[in-house]
C-alpha cells in the first residue's frame, strides 16, 4: 500500500467530453486534476492497473499517480521505457506487451500512460492489441501531449520507413491533463508544446490565436491561460476528432503545419537535440501559411502575423533556423513524398486562405511546392 | 506481368454476406472462387497488393492469386513467412509490415493472406495495424482457415503468456474460400479442420449435426458436400461475429471446445507433430460434452454420441490420445487459468444441455473442472 500523498486540487478540473458514442470518454483539465481524478478512476471499475512511464517522469510523479489508483482500489503494477522517440519500436511494445500480460492485465482493466507523446503512443497501442483490446487512461506530463497527442485516440510507434506508420485508433477511457505537472518541465519543451496550441487557432478560430497574441507569456507562466489554452485546444481537437474519428476527411486539418514538419524531423533524423517535435511544428506553421500565400490563397501579411508570433516567443520559424541545416528543397520534398498522407502518389497539404481559414488540398503539385522551398532556402543562405 | 492461367470455375461460387455496416464483407466459397474472385478484387478499388504467404502454400497456390490479382489491374508484390505456429510473433510481425511499408501499401491497398491460420492472422494483424489499419483479402488454403479462422476478424501473434494474446479485430474485406484448394492438404490437416465444422452443429445446429454424421465422408473427399458444410460453418460463424463483433457476449459460443483446446495445446507446447489445434479442439468438443454431462446439464447419449463421431473420423477423442501425454488434471487446470477468456479469476466455459443447445457459463468453480479432469484422466490411465 502506497501512503496517500497527492495535493489537494486548487479547484474542479475543467471536463471536455469527447462524444463518440460507445468510445466516449473525458478529458480532466486544470491544476490538481490528478489528485482530483480519483473518483472518476474507481468508476471505470477496473480492477488492476499497470503505469507505463519512462525514467524521467516517473520519479516526478509516479508517487502521485499510484497514490490515486491505490485510493481508487486498483492492484497498481509500474513499467518504465527509455525516455525519447527511439522507444517508439517493436522491441518496446513487446516489452511492454508482455509485462502487461505478466501483470495479468485483462480487457477491463487499466493500462495508465504517464509521460510526454512517446509514452502515451506507446502505451496506448500496447492496451490497443493486448487481448484485441484493453481499456487505457492518458496522463500526459508535457504539454504537447496535454494539448495533441494523447487525445484523438491515435497510437503506434515508428518504423524505418517513418514515424507513427504502425499503430492503431484506440480511444483512451480517461484522459487526466493535470497542468500543475508542466511547471517543471524545461523551458524548450514548454514552448515546443506550444506551437500545437496555437495551431487550433490557425485552423479554424481566428479569435484564439488572437487570445494567443495577446496572452501566450501567462500561458508559459502557469496560470489560468495555461488552463484556459489547453482546455481551448482540448474541445477543438475532440470536435474535430468527433467528426472524423478515423481521418479520412476533416481531421486531417490537425495536420496544419505537420507535412513540412514531418519532413524536417526526417531530415534531422529524429534527433531531438536539433529539433522536437513542436519546434518543427513551429518552422511548419510558418511554411504553410508563406506557401499559402505564395499560392495567392493568403494574404501575405497573415503568413507574417504567424511568422511573428511564432519567432515572437523564442521558437525557429524558418529553414534557416534548423539546426545543423535543413538540406536542401529537394531532400525535404522527397522526405514528403515518404509521409503517410501521400496518396496515390499526390501531395496532400493543409494550406489557409487566412488566420483560421484552413483547408485540406489533396492535390498539390510538387513543383509548386518545390519552387516555394527553394525560395524559402534561398533567404535561409546568409547574404 | 504474369501470364493468366488460373482455372475456369466450375460453378458460380457460394456468397455468404457478413453484414457488419460499414466492415461488411463477402466471403466467396466453392471449387474455383479464387479464378472467379477476379471481379470483386477489381472492385474494391485498391492500386496495389502484398501477398503475404509461407513456403509451403505460394509454390501451389501463389501463381493463381497473382494471375487473379494482375487481371484485377493491380501492382503484386509477396512475401512469404516460415510454415507454422512460431511465425505469429512480433519479429515476423516487424518484417511483414516493413515489407509492406517498402512496397508503398497504402490505407486503401490489399494486403492478401494466401495461407492457412497463421498467415491468415499475422498478415490481418500486419494490415491492421499499417497505417493504423489497410485493407486485406483472406484466401484460406486450409480447411481451418476456411471454416474458422478467415472468418470474423480476429488477427493476432502469440505471446509467451499465451496464444494470440497479442492482436486486433480487424474485418477482411474479402474472403475468398476456394475449396479445390483443399485438394492437395494432407489427410491429418483436413480432418483436423473439420472438427471446426462439427462444432457450428454442436453450437447450435442439431440438424447440420446429424448432416455431419451422414456425410463426413463426402465432405473428405471433395465433393459438393464440402462446398456445403464450409457454407453452412462460414454463416453460422458469421451470424455469431454480427451479433457481437467484439465478443462481450454470444461470440464467447465459438470458444465451445476450446478452454480444453488451449490448455492441451499448451500443455503440447503447441507442438504440432503431437497436436494441431483441430485435433485439440476434436478432444475438446468431446470433453465440453462429457463436462455437461457430468454436470448433470446434458444428457449422457448425447455426450457419448458426439464422443462416436469425433472418434469414427480417426479424431482424438480423449486426453489418453494425447501424444506424448497430457502432463496431469492439474497442469491442465494451470493452463486454462491462463488462457485469455478468464475474466476476474472465474473460470468460463462453454457448456451444453444436449448436441446444438450450447451456452455460455462464465462462473464455473475450479473444483468442478478439476474434478471432471481427474475422472477423464483416470480412463486415460491403461488399466
Same mark, same amino acid.
Given at each position: ?13 475543467? #471536463? ?5 458514442? +460507445? ?20 468508476? !471505470? ?39 525519447? =522517440? ?5 522491441? +518496446? ?8 500480460? &505478466? ?26 492489441? !493486448?487481448?484485441?483490446? #484493453? ?9 504537447? *501531449? ?15 520507413? %517513418? ?9 483512451? *477511457?480517461?484522459? #487526466? ?32 490565436? =488572437? ?67 513542436? +519546434? *518543427? ?5 510558418? !511554411? ?7 499560392? %495567392?490563397?493568403?494574404?501575405?501579411? &497573415?503568413?507574417?502575423? #504567424? ?26 520534398? &522527397? ?21 483560421? +481559414? ?8 510538387? &513543383? ?16
Amino acid at each position: 500500500m502506497i501512503p496517500v500523498d497527492v495535493h489537494s486540487p486548487a479547484s474542479s478540473p475543467t #471536463v471536455v467530453h469527447v462524444p463518440l458514442g +460507445e468510445r466516449a470518454y473525458d478529458i480532466l483539465i486544470g491544476r490538481g486534476a490528478l489528485a482530483a481524478s480519483t473518483e472518476r478512476i474507481a468508476a !471505470l471499475g477496473a480492477r488492476s492497473a499497470m503505469i507505463v512511464s519512462d525514467g524521467h517522469v516517473l520519479p516526478r510523479h509516479g508517487e502521485a499517480l499510484e497514490a490515486v489508483l491505490a485510493q481508487a482500489g486498483l492492484r497498481v503494477a509500474t513499467i518504465t521505457v527509455p525516455p525519447g =522517440e527511439g522507444s517508439k519500436n517493436y522491441a +518496446e511494445l513487446e516489452r511492454v506487451s508482455n509485462a502487461l500480460l &505478466d501483470a495479468k492485465i485483462e480487457r477491463r482493466d487499466l493500462v495508465v500512460a504517464l509521460g510526454g507523446g512517446v509514452v502515451g503512443d506507446l502505451a496506448g497501442f500496447a492496451a490497443a492489441i !493486448l487481448r484485441r483490446g #484493453v481499456r487505457f487512461v492518458q496522463v500526459p506530463t508535457s504539454l504537447l *501531449a496535454q494539448v495533441d497527442s494523447s487525445v484523438g485516440g491515435k497510437t503506434g510507434i515508428n518504423a524505418p520507413a %517513418g514515424k507513427n506508420l504502425i499503430g492503431a485508433f484506440h480511444q483512451p *477511457a480517461l484522459v #487526466v491533463a493535470d497542468t500543475a505537472l508542466l511547471d517543471t518541465l524545461p523551458e524548450r519543451e514548454l514552448r515546443a508544446g506550444y506551437a500545437e496550441i496555437v495551431k487550433y487557432g490557425l485552423i479554424d478560430d481566428r479569435a484564439f490565436f =488572437e487570445w494567443c497574441e495577446a496572452n501566450a507569456a501567462r500561458v508559459f507562466a502557469g496560470g489560468p491561460e495555461r488552463d484556459h489554452a489547453v482546455a481551448v485546444s482540448c474541445r477543438a481537437k475532440a470536435a474535430v476528432v468527433v467528426e472524423d474519428e478515423r481521418e479520412e476527411g476533416r481531421r486531417q486539418l490537425l495536420n496544419l503545419g505537420h507535412t513540412f514538419a514531418h519532413a524536417l524531423e526526417r531530415i534531422v533524423a529524429y534527433d531531438g537535440a536539433r529539433l522536437v517535435h513542436g +519546434e *518543427a511544428v513551429a518552422i511548419g506553421l510558418v !511554411l504553410a501559411y508563406r506557401f499559402s500565400a505564395q499560392l %495567392g490563397l493568403c494574404p501575405g501579411q &497573415d503568413a507574417e502575423r #504567424v511568422r511573428r508570433h511564432v519567432a515572437g516567443l523564442g521558437l525557429p520559424s524558418s529553414l534557416a533556423e534548423v539546426p545543423g541545416g535543413f538540406g536542401s528543397p529537394e531532400a525535404i520534398l &522527397d522526405a514528403m513524398a515518404q509521409d503517410k498522407k501521400v496518396k496515390a502518389g499526390r501531395l496532400t497539404f493543409i494550406l489557409a486562405r487566412g488566420i483560421g +481559414e484552413s483547408f485540406v488540398q489533396d492535390d498539390v503539385a510538387a &513543383d509548386d511546392v518545390l519552387a516555394f522551398l527553394r525560395q524559402a532556402a534561398a533567404e535561409a543562405v546568409p547574404a
